[in-house]
């Protein structure tokens, strides 16, 4: 084994570490990092935009400063940006014919953050256009592939991050999530994935303000390595009006003194949602491992009815604010599913996005009332395991039909509409090999707890050290 394959088996704390201590470089990674890209992407299509000259350049930068230790600090470690998220310098598409030449002058404010505590981006890994749909495909890359069976979808649209992460071509990269785009490909790819709160990850400087569905959010092959990544990407800035301030104790440190959670609820479906068979009985056996840490374990959930009409909804009408003119001037060069959603916003009437913003108000409530008893809350991540690359979106599960591309993805899309941050897990795999992930759900702001919760809950799995892989096909 070479000393580039043996850096790509470790883990991203494992690499900083080392970093730390002068006995690897940041060079050393950019490097390893390149040549996995090269050894394996051919084969699921991950990172579909590489910058290793401006990657190079970083790395020789950092190498002039001395080592930080600063908790938040990444040291030079390489890591992908999600093809949604703009880096300066560096092709960014947001997978659409329309901006396939596009090179943003200035990063957005995630990317700046990473990269002045220490990460090196190495390049953008693939996601649907406009992250709209949950399995990573486009006019300008092509698919993305499962690595556990390159026949099957990679979920989305972070599904680019996924297929990096498990494949080994990077040790952290960014995702985002509007309703599962994080949570999706993570449980699909058997990787993990933080969907934060709002505001605990500034975004900006473009896009609408003061929106709270879509966040951006770490990804990573274990739970500390996404704290590790939260401490880098965490902080209040100014052009963000929703940001957070840093809690006192670190993330990571948080995953450090974790705790099994005293009380937690399961529920196989969240009340809402068809669930696959195997997932359900996959999950649940996750959910119970908890009891051997100690947990109480109740099958128990909030009121989630009515809940998926009111985030089409409201999703629809952030597409509608946000998409009108690409709409009006474009409207050739946009996929089906980005037009309808664009048009369902646009038709919305005063009373429906009322009664959307009213039903999203009754249930913080239930939420608030639910963590005074439960200290989390776990479901499946996705509805069903990865399917085949050419179902575009999920028709059906367990017999019932769902009505469009966003439909099935309502066990992820009615925890995006309480604020609550969910962490995304390995939980085991199907009788024929395909991952099932979990989500544990935690109390608003939450996070340092969550990241507790599943640090026990991925010790008592012993799953994380499954990745990374080869690709293969079965």
């Not at 900083?16 to 201590?21: G, K, P, T, W």
């Not at 300008?140 to 499962?146: A, I, P, S, W």
């Not at 957070?244 to 993330?251: D, H, R, T, V, W």
């Not at 959670?261 to 009340?271: I, M, N, T």
Request: proline residues 7%; hydrophobic residues 40%; contains cysteine.
């Amino acid at each position: 084994m070479s000393n580039a394959d043996e850096l790509i088996r470790l883990t991203a704390c494992e690499v900083v570490e080392r970093l730390r201590r002068r006995e690897v470089s940041p060079l050393d990674l950019v490097e390893a990092s390149l040549a996995r890209i090269e050894a394996v992407d051919g084969k699921v299509n991950a990172m579909v935009t590489l910058c290793p000259e401006r990657a190079r350049d970083q790395a020789r930068r950092l190498m002039e400063a001395p080592p930080s230790e600063d908790p938040r600090w990444l040291g030079g470690l390489p890591l992908a940006v999600k093809d949604l998220n703009d880096v300066a310098g560096v092709r960014t598409t947001y997978g659409s014919q329309i901006f396939r030449d596009h090179v943003p002058e200035r990063s957005d404010i995630m990317v700046e953050r990473l990269e002045a505590r220490g990460g090196i981006t190495i390049g953008k890994s693939n996601t649907p256009e406009f992250g709209a749909g949950a399995n990573t495909f486009n006019a300008v890359f092509g698919d993305t592939l499962n690595p556990w069976d390159t026949r099957l979808n990679a979920g989305g649209s972070s599904g680019g991050a996924a297929v990096a992460l498990a494949t080994g071509q990077v040790w952290l990269a960014t995702g985002s999530d509007l309703g599962g785009s994080l949570r999706t490909p993570a449980s699909f790819c058997s990787v993990v994935g933080l969907r934060p709160s709002p505001g605990r990850v500034a975004s900006g400087p473009d896009g609408i303000k003061f929106e709270t569905l879509p966040v951006n959010g770490p990804m990573a092959r274990n739970v500390e390595d996404v704290g590790l990544m939260l401490d880098a990407m965490a902080g209040w800035h100014i052009e963000d009006p929703l940001s957070l301030e840093e809690p006192a104790i670190g993330f990571r440190e948080s995953v450090h003194r974790r705790q099994a959670p005293k009380r937690v609820a399961f529920s196989p479906d969240l009340g809402i949602t068809p669930v696959n068979r195997e997932t359900r009985a996959i999950a649940e056996a996750a959910a119970r491992k908890l009891e051997e840490a100690g947990s109480v374990v109740e099958e128990a959930c909030p009121d989630f009815t009515g809940v998926p009409e009111a985030f089409q909804t409201l999703r629809a009408l952030s597409y509608a604010a946000g998409m009108r003119e690409l709409l009006e001037t474009r409207r050739s060069e946009l996929k089906p599913d980005v037009i309808w959603n664009i048009e369902k916003g646009r038709a919305l009437d005063a009373d429906t996005i009322g009664a959307a913003m009213l039903r999203r108000s009754k249930l913080y409530d239930d939420i608030a009332a639910f963590f005074s008893h439960y200290d989390v809350l776990i479901a499946p991540a996705a509805c069903t395991p990865p399917l085949g690359i050419e179902q575009r979106w999920v028709r059906e599960v367990e017999g019932r039909v769902f009505e469009n591309y966003v439909d099935w993805l309502k066990i992820a899309s009615v925890v995006t509409m309480t604020s609550c941050p969910s962490l995304a897990m390995p939980a085991g795999f199907t009788a024929d090999g395909r991952p099932v992930g979990v989500q544990l759900i935690g109390r608003p702001r939450g996070e340092a707890a969550l990241l507790g919760a599943g640090a026990v809950l991925e010790e008592l799995l012993g799953l994380s050290r499954l990745v990374p892989i080869e690709p293969r096909s079965r």
